[in-house]
Nanobody, 122 residues
Framework: VQLQASGGGLVQAGGSLRLSCEVS????????MGWFRQAPGKEREFVAG???????YYADSVKGRSAISRDDGKKTLYLRMNSLKPGDTAVYYC?????????????????WGQGTQVTVSS
């Protein structure tokens, strides 16, 4: 299974970004997907997840200004982030696991993308 994340970049505080993650090599529709991020000097943390049935989950830090979605036909995962803050600066990773359940623990995920850098300037 291969995951390819894209869409990161440099954005000013208050701006928006949409991250994408293309999945190959597995039946995407039966894979639970998530976004994680890792800032310099910090542990990787859960950002958002979407189950195979479309139920969404968000970390408190991004709830209300982010939207995770999936297009099973295109085998692509998305994360739309609005009202970006400097604290959102991190490398963002997409991840997947067989089945439907979403976990906040990154050790539960079997498949990982290479990461895409998001930098928010103040």
């Amino acid at each position: 299974v291969q995951l390819q994340a894209s869409g990161g970049g440099l954005v000013q505080a208050g701006g928006s970004l949409r991250l994408s993650c293309e999945v190959s090599g597995r039946t995407f529709s039966r894979t639970a997907m998530g976004w994680f991020r890792q800032a310099p000097g910090k542990e990787r943390e859960f950002v958002a997840g979407i189950s195979a049935s479309g139920i969404t989950y968000y970390a408190d830090s991004v709830k209300g200004r982010s939207a995770i979605s999936r297009d099973d036909g295109k085998k692509t995962l998305y994360l739309r982030m609005n009202s970006l803050k400097p604290g959102d600066t991190a490398v963002y990773y997409c991840a997947g696991r067989p089945g439907s359940a979403i976990y906040y623990d990154d050790s539960k995920y079997d498949y990982w993308g290479q990461g895409t850098q998001v930098t928010v300037s103040s």
